[in-house]
């Protein structure tokens, strides 16, 4: 069974980094794509970054590019969202999920995901 587990979400101030992990277990992750999505009080989730296990150049939405680096260690299994420059809209919950695809320009998951952390800004 897979399992992710989220940490590192916190209070920060605007212009603040913060970093957030995802550990993964249950099964092998290479070969696919996984990243993290977050979700806003009274908002949609939407994708945030994605990045292939096995290497190869990640994916980020437009609201954070340039800000945020997306990460994985192999040998930890686990994935990490290192987040810059964070402004007032950052606020979310942030999951991280497993099996990522792109449909119609947008990014999904049909895998698992994990049960988020809370990433606050205060400006």
């Known amino acids: 069974q897979v399992q992710l587990v989220e940490s590192g979400g916190g209070l920060v101030q605007a212009g603040d980094s913060l970093r957030i992990s995802c550990a993964a277990s249950?099964?092998?992750?290479?070969?696919?794509?996984m990243g993290w999505f977050r979700q806003a009080p009274g908002k949609e989730r939407e994708f945030v970054a994605g990045?292939?296990?096995?290497?190869?150049?990640?994916y980020y939405s437009d609201s954070v590019k340039g800000r945020f680096t997306i990460s994985r260690d192999k040998a930890k299994s686990t994935m990490y969202l290192q987040m810059n420059s964070l402004r007032s809209e950052d606020t979310a919950v942030y999951y991280c999920a497993t099996d990522l695809y792109m449909f119609a320009s947008n990014w999904y998951s049909k895998g698992s995901w994990g049960q988020g952390t809370q990433v606050t800004v205060s400006s």
């Open positions: 249950g099964r092998t992750f290479s070969g696919t794509t």
């Open positions: 990045i292939t296990w096995s290497g190869g150049s990640p």
